[in-house]
């Protein structure tokens, strides 16, 4: 059995017989302001901004601007990654949170996000990620669980 100041490190209750190591939510923003999702200037900062609300510390950066429009980055976080692709002639942005551990929420990020891009209808998908036994502690060799689902 793990002892208990790792179990922190996890997410999980004491009740569970798994731990799992990350939660990632996959999101779709739509109805967004265009030049919001056009702009590298503001998704970078929204991004770097909702790592910081979630309670994720920051490592590095990387977005890029195409031509003529949409905007790809990630956020390097020690939790695992914030990642975005936008559409901004759409209207659309796609949008992975992976938070790993106990002390990031990215659920978080995705509420302050779909308010900055003006999101009008947003959704997600919540998934664990590296289940493992409680007891043993490896990793068990079966896929992610969904632990919810939204519209909004």
Same mark, same amino acid.
């Given at each position: 059995m793990i002892n208990a100041p790792l179990l922190d490190m996890y997410q999980m209750d004491s009740e569970q017989e798994e731990i799992n190591l990350g939660q990632h939510v996959l999101?779709?923003?739509f109805e967004c302001d265009p030049n919001t999702l056009n702009s590298i200037d503001k998704v970078e900062k929204y991004m770097?901004?909702?790592?910081?609300? $979630? %309670?994720?510390?920051?490592?590095? !950066?990387?977005?890029?601007m195409?031509?003529?429009y949409g905007v790809s980055g990630?956020?390097?976080?020690?939790?695992?990654?914030?990642?975005?692709?936008?559409?901004?002639?759409?209207?659309y942005a796609a949008v992975?949170?992976?938070? $790993? %551990?106990?002390?990031?929420?990215? !659920?978080v990020a995705y509420e302050f996000l779909k308010k900055k891009f003006c999101s009008k209808k947003a959704s997600f998908t919540e998934l664990?990620?590296?289940?493992?036994?409680k007891e043993t502690m490896k990793v068990l060799e079966k896929p992610f669980q969904i632990i919810e689902q939204c519209e909004n």
């Open positions: 999101a779709e923003f770097m901004e909702s790592a910081l609300e $979630c %309670g994720a510390t920051i490592v590095q !950066k990387c977005f890029h195409f031509s003529p990630v956020v390097i976080i020690s939790e695992s990654h914030l990642a975005i692709h936008t559409w901004p002639e759409l209207g992975d949170l992976f938070t $790993c %551990g106990s002390k990031c929420d990215p !659920k664990k990620r590296g289940i493992m036994s």
